[in-house]
């Protein structure tokens, strides 16, 4: 069983930065791919940023330039830095792991098997 747990939301001024954490419990957690998602309500679920086992990165062009992800050794965190924030970063954001990875990154909320609970963040 794998459980993902969101924290570190909270309301920022524009301009302002949040580390958001997601913690990983379960019986294995060699996941392939481990992603951030952001949804407003009403509005689609947007893909924000993917960590590979690897080590390897990539960030919707939404993001680019002003989140960074990152992961402890032991894959059991994974972090979404975000400076430079604006009124449109306003969302709940959720964390999501796959093991099951492909030789591209997993961007598609069907590529990702478990999801957190999510953490608001509010920019304003």
């Known amino acids: 069983h794998v459980q993902l747990v969101e924290s570190g939301g909270g309301s920022v001024q524009p301009g302002g930065s949040l580390r958001l954490s997601c913690t990983a419990s379960?019986?294995?957690?060699?996941?392939?791919?481990m992603g951030w998602y952001r949804q407003v309500p009403d509005f689609e679920c947007e893909w924000i940023s993917t960590?590979?086992?690897?080590?390897?990165?990539t960030y919707a062009d939404s993001v680019k330039g002003r989140f960074t992800i990152s992961q402890n050794n032991a894959k059991t965190t994974t972090w979404l830095q975000m400076n430079s924030l604006k009124p449109e970063d306003t969302a709940m954001y959720y964390c999501?792991?796959?093991?099951?990875?492909?030789?591209?990154?997993?961007?598609?909320?069907?590529?990702?098997?478990?999801w957190g609970q999510g953490t608001q963040v509010t920019v304003s």
């Open positions: 999501a792991a796959t093991y099951r990875g492909g030789p591209l990154p997993s961007i598609h909320r069907n590529d990702f098997r478990f």
């Open positions: 379960g019986v294995a957690l060699d996941f392939a791919d």
């Open positions: 960590i590979r086992a690897d080590g390897s990165t």
